[in-house]
C-alpha cells in the first residue's frame, strides 16, 4: 500500500461535441470530466492494454488531435469521433469487468477495416493484450468488490489492497 498513488485508473467520457475521451492516469482528479475506472494493480498490464486500445480504437474511429499535456501531468488522454454507436456504454462495463462484449464486438469491426487486416499480427498482439487485462485487473477487481459487497466505484487507490486482503478472507 506504500504505492497505491501510482495505481492507474482509466477514463472514459464523451463530449458535447460527441467526441469519446480515454485516459490513463495514477492522477484522475486531473480530468475530472471523465468517469474513471480502477483502481488497477499493475501499471504495466493496464499501460499495455490501455495504449492497445488507443491504437485499435484508430482503426475503427478517426482520431482528434488534441493538447499535449503540461509538463508534471500524468494522464494520457486521446479522443475519438465516429465510434460506433454505443461504444462508451461497453468499454465501461468492459472496465468495470462486467462484460467482456465490448472486446468481440471492436474485433468484429476490426475484420472489416482494411488497415487492421493489413497489420493483423500487431492487432493481434493488441486484442491479446486488452483480453489479459481484462483478465487479470478487471475482473478480479470486480470480483474482490463482489465478495466484501464493495460498491464504490471507482475504488479509491488508497483503498484497493485493503479490498483485495479483506476478499481474501471472506
Not at 52 to 59: D, E, I, K, P
Not at 73 to 78: G, H, K, P
Not at 87 to 108: I, P
Amino acid at each position: 500500500m506504500a504505492f497505491s498513488f501510482l495505481y492507474p485508473m482509466i477514463g472514459l467520457g464523451t463530449t458535447d461535441a460527441g467526441l469519446v475521451s480515454i485516459a490513463l492516469s495514477s492522477r484522475p482528479d486531473e480530468r475530472p470530466d471523465l468517469a474513471w475506472h480502477g483502481a488497477y494493480r499493475s501499471r504495466e498490464i493496464t499501460g499495455e492494454a490501455f495504449f492497445a486500445l488507443v491504437r485499435l480504437l484508430g482503426h475503427v474511429g478517426h482520431r482528434e488531435k488534441i493538447v499535449r499535456r503540461a509538463r508534471g501531468e500524468r494522464t494520457y488522454a486521446f479522443a475519438y469521433r465516429r465510434l460506433p454507436r454505443g461504444s462508451v456504454d461497453g468499454w465501461t462495463a468492459y472496465l468495470r469487468g462486467e462484460d467482456r462484449s465490448a472486446l468481440s464486438s471492436l474485433v468484429l469491426a476490426l475484420a472489416e477495416k482494411p488497415s487492421a487486416c493489413r497489420d493483423r499480427a500487431a492487432v493481434q498482439g493488441d486484442v491479446d493484450a486488452l483480453d489479459g487485462f481484462f483478465r487479470h485487473e478487471a475482473r478480479r477487481l470486480r470480483e474482490a468488490c463482489g465478495r466484501v459487497g464493495e460498491e464504490r466505484w471507482p475504488v479509491p487507490q488508497t483503498d484497493r489492497d485493503a479490498l483485495f486482503l479483506r476478499a481474501r478472507r471472506a
